[in-house]
């Protein structure tokens, strides 16, 4: 898997987009970007994916550069509910029977009233 | 309510003893993972099941073991337990495919060893 480097914290406004960087500037062509949080004490949840385009779900959107090394998550439009430890995970999605993902230390979020 | 159901939420028992944790997974899924969350260690990967056979194995102590069922649900069985094996232990699952590494994490099982 190749290396992620996230900042430890950051902090956002309610209500305001929380934007959370992501460094893997050594990803392989065929290594996809994944995004889990996990609210305190619950299981981790994932959020999205992508590889190299920009993704938007009802979560998040996904942010790629174009020569793939950073991406950013950015959730549009904080709530105190999304104050967790955020995981950008770097991982070739080709094994169809899965295999370990391995979580870093993660961004904590704190979104502030 | 994510789909995967483990038992029990809590545990507290005491040093030496032996529990088994349980994991239903998300119906249609075929792998199941267990992760192990202590306090000052973060997310540990356990181990990988897939349709009933062990798949990928992390920093597993040889003191637990895993198995996978024929309805796939999956047991984590932790034996003459020490006070360090105080945790929270996740399951996930994901399916077969392209989606392999998405998974779904349980709420997890709280194990207090006194």
């Known amino acids: 898997d190749a290396k992620t480097t996230q900042p430890p914290s950051m902090d956002c406004a309610e209500g305001r987009a929380a934007n959370l960087p992501c460094n893997h500037s050594?990803?392989?062509?065929?290594?996809?970007v994944y995004w889990y949080r996990q609210i305190h004490s619950q299981g981790p949840q994932y959020i999205i994916h992508g590889l190299k385009n920009n993704e938007t779900n009802e979560m998040a959107s996904l942010i790629i550069t174009e020569d793939r090394k950073s991406s950013t998550l950015i959730l549009p439009h904080a709530t105190l509910r999304d104050t967790a430890v955020y995981y950008c995970?770097?991982?070739?999605?080709?094994?169809?029977?899965?295999?370990?993902?391995?979580f870093g230390e993660g961004t904590q979020l704190t979104v502030n009233p | 309510d994510s789909g995967v159901t483990q038992t029990p939420k809590h545990l507290i028992t005491a040093t030496g003893q032996r529990v088994t944790l349980r994991c239903s997974p998300r119906?249609?899924?075929?792998?199941v993972y267990w992760y192990q969350q202590s306090l000052d260690q973060g997310l540990q990967f356990l181990i990988q099941y897939y349709n009933g056979e062990e798949r990928a194995k992390g920093n597993i102590l040889e003191r637990f073991s895993a198995q996978q069922f024929p309805d796939l649900h999956s047991e984590l069985n932790l034996s003459s337990l020490e006070l360090g094996d105080s945790a929270l232990y996740f399951c996930?699952?994901?399916?077969?495919?392209?989606?392999?590494?998405?998974?779904?994490f349980g709420a997890g099982s709280r194990l207090t060893v006194l």
């Open positions: 119906s249609g899924d075929l792998s």
């Open positions: 996930a699952s994901s399916v077969y495919g392209v989606g392999a590494n998405v998974l779904t």
């Open positions: 050594t990803i392989s062509g065929n290594e996809y």
């Open positions: 995970i770097v991982r070739v999605p080709q094994e169809t029977s899965g295999s370990r993902l391995t």
